[in-house]
């Protein structure tokens, strides 16, 4: 099992340094767990906590297994290590790092991307990898300290291993009892089993949910240090004296500091020190306070030259010409979709969608400390690795000179899988001599962070008659290849500008993916068309679903319309080969009351799927209408979703319902149009993104699956948008086909 390989590694330090060394008190059980003489379990969690609940899901999953009591269940954040390979994100992503045989990376046993993972410490928090990357390791892990606890209970009563039984955080064998803090020294003294065998219960909290008042077993570990206010991010690391630092980026385009005049910030307190970058691209202030440093910034307007800077008109226009014209690549083929509709579709649509900005809670924020050549970061990291061997590469210094401690993120949604900002921090702090603590302002978080890729779409059809089936079908995507330019990024550590001009032209299938659509169609194909906008793109959350769920469904409405058949059962007829996304929307259509969106009611449909045969699919149903006073309201959402096997139900919730939330901002806001390379939003408050009173009642209903677990948290984000467009059409009479929705109808 590859699970069982990366433990065996684990367990056994000669080949993996230990990551995590035991305090006093304490004694480790591989890479994964430590046990203290107060009975605590702590449990390493290799990836980053950014509100999805990782460091709650992965504990639980090894105390299941372990037999620990969750009450005396800790965690502890893990630095990058071999022996917590992210094996399934390494082989997903193969054609960003080995594009010339991606295939021989995949497949049931991915030899070579373990092999990958592992060498480069790969442990990035990314497409929701989490469980399927490390449920089976922790197990394996747990369930080897689980036998180890019980032999050296046995040995101390004289009875055999197999006779003790553990739980409750106790081995217990008859009336006697001993604790996991008694048993610890004792245990970890023994050699690991070779074979350790699980637990034959698979951690599984229904879907259909736990009986009326039945308390929850597991809950989060974060939760009362976020109640509190006593967790600490990125921006929270204190340091003796530490200085602080802000920084102002030029505009998007190849850009370079033109000047500023000094005497702008004479007489300014704080102790104003200004440190330049290496390639002239920003310019930062550092002070006694974070307030004072980007004060000085704004006093100091420093002046940039920029090239090719970036305006919305260009590209949109750029877009524009693409999906008309421009040269195809051809991503999937099914049949013959160019004989089946001739010169003669039945429909065709344009879809278009804006660059979209993250909004995350807290700005990239990052703490470096210089010290005998070895720079120590506190830093909220997607790509941990990555970040640390970039510093290095700044400096002069070697990787394993860098130190990361790695702390939660207040929002990332996927933007800290970029670390510019740990490059800054660790060059000012190697030029003041002192500890920095840098912090983006909002402005320069919507100036510098990559945003989600515009993208333009054209989708034809041809249907039958009578009945409105499809004989088929045509998508043709126009977007930059943001997949190729984030992977040379990430793998290369290349800059967004030349990350994005090295791949401009090149075919994506990580542009337009979730552009499959997820019915029975003899005849269909999708295209990418590469177009440059010159604006650099990077990940968020949803990624490319985001938007060709939103061209998918908002697309097979509008046949449906067409066909004059009710949307849903539409759907349901070519839904024969995926019966676990047919319950959904047999399951939604009853928890909405579902009318067909007639008589003007409001009401909207959408469902996709993410993940492939194993992967969660969702159906979300939507009452909407046009507000008066402008904008879109959202008075009701009911989703249906299958995530196979829930580990933690309310974790679950949590995120399928955060997710229809942040589709919702992505869906009325979270855009921005740029001139002359500047973001024209430079407030939270400018996205338009819904406010608490606006939040309309949301109610999600998990349904039980064997399926393997699959991610909650992106599936919200693909669907809302299509069912608060065809919401509106049944509203209005009027299709809405840009995102984010616009209030021209067209």
Known sequence: MSGGLIVAYALMP???PLPLEPREGEWAFGAWL????????????????????????????????LGADWRQVAVEPAPPSGAYANVPLA?????????????????????????????????VTAEGTSVTAYEEPLRIAAAAAREMLAEAAANTWGVSAEEVKIEGGFASH???????????????????????????????????????????????????????????????????????????????GETRLAGYDTKRIEGLSGDIRLIKGPGEDWLAAVATNWWAANHALEVLSPRFATRSAVESEALFTALDKAVRKGITERIFIEGDPDDAIGGKPSLVARYDVSPALHGTLETASCTARLRDRRCELWIAAQAPQTAREAVAKALGIKPLDVIVYPVPAGGSFDARLDHRHAVQ?????????????????????????????????????????????????????????????????????????????????????????????????????????????GLPAGRMRGQAHGYTAFFT?????????????????????????????????????????????????????????????????????????????????????????????????????????????????????????????????????????????????IEVDLLDSTAPPADPGELGVAAIAPAIANALFSATGYRFRRLPLLEEAE
């Open 553 to 697: 469904e908002c697309f097979i409405d509008e046949l449906a319309h067409a066909a004059k058949r009710e949307s849903l059962s539409y759907r349901m007829e070519m839904l024969g080969g995926d019966p676990r996304l047919a319950a959904c929307l047999l399951r939604v259509s009853s928890l909405a009351n579902w009318n067909g969106g007639h008589d003007a009611s409001g009401q909207g449909l959408a469902c996709h799927h993410i993940g492939g045969d194993h992967g969660g699919r969702i159906a979300v149903i939507v009452t909407a209408r046009r507000n008066p006073e402008g904008g879109v309201l959202v008075d009701k959402i009911s989703a249906a979703v299958d995530i196979g096997r829930v580990i933690n139900r309310d974790i679950a919730l949590q995120q399928i319902e955060g997710g229809l939330v942040y589709g919702l901002g992505l869906t009325v806001g979270s855009s921005t149009a740029y001139a002359e390379g500047l973001p024209l939003v430079g407030r939270l408050s400018g996205l338009g993104l819904p406010l608490l009173g606006q939040m309309p009642t």
């Open 91 to 123: 082989a997903q992503w193969a054609e960003l790092w080995m594009p010339a045989v991606a295939g021989l990376a995949k497949g049931d046993d991915p030899a070579i991307a373990r092999s990958f993972a592992e060498r480069g410490k790969f442990t």
């Open 425 to 533: 921090a660790a060059l000012i702090a190697r030029e003041v001599g002192k500890p920095v603590q840098l912090t983006w302002s909002r402005w320069q978080e919507h100036l510098a962070t990559l945003p989600r890729t515009p993208a333009a779409a054209v989708l034809w059809a041809k249907l039958a008659e009578p009945g409105g089936q499809i004989t088929g079908w045509k998508t043709r995507i126009a977007a930059p290849a943001t997949g190729k330019a984030f992977g040379r990024r990430l793998f290369d550590g290349e800059s967004p500008q030349t990350a994005m001009r090295e791949s401009d032209g090149a075919a994506d299938a990580m542009a337009v993916e979730g552009g499959v659509p997820p019915y029975a169609l003899a005849n269909f194909s999708l295209d990418h068309v590469p177009v440059a906008t």
């Open 14 to 16: 000669r080949t993996f």
């Open 34 to 65: 430590k046990i203290g003489k107060d009975g605590m379990v702590s449990v390493a969690v290799p990836q980053l906590e950014m509100g999805q609940g990782v460091t709650s899901l992965l504990p639980q999953i090894a105390a299941m297994e």
């Open 174 to 252: 008859g009336k006697q009892r001993l604790g996991f803090g008694q048993l610890a020294e004792d245990a970890a003294a023994l050699s690991p089993p070779s074979s350790p065998t699980v637990r034959t219960e698979l951690p599984n909290e229904r879907g259909a949910g736990r009986a009326l008042g039945e308390a929850n077993r597991f809950p989060r570990l974060d939760g009362p240090s976020k109640v509190t206010g006593m967790a600490n991010f990125a921006g929270d690391v204190r340091l003796p004296d530490m200085v602080f630092a802000a920084v102002a980026h030029g505009p998007v």
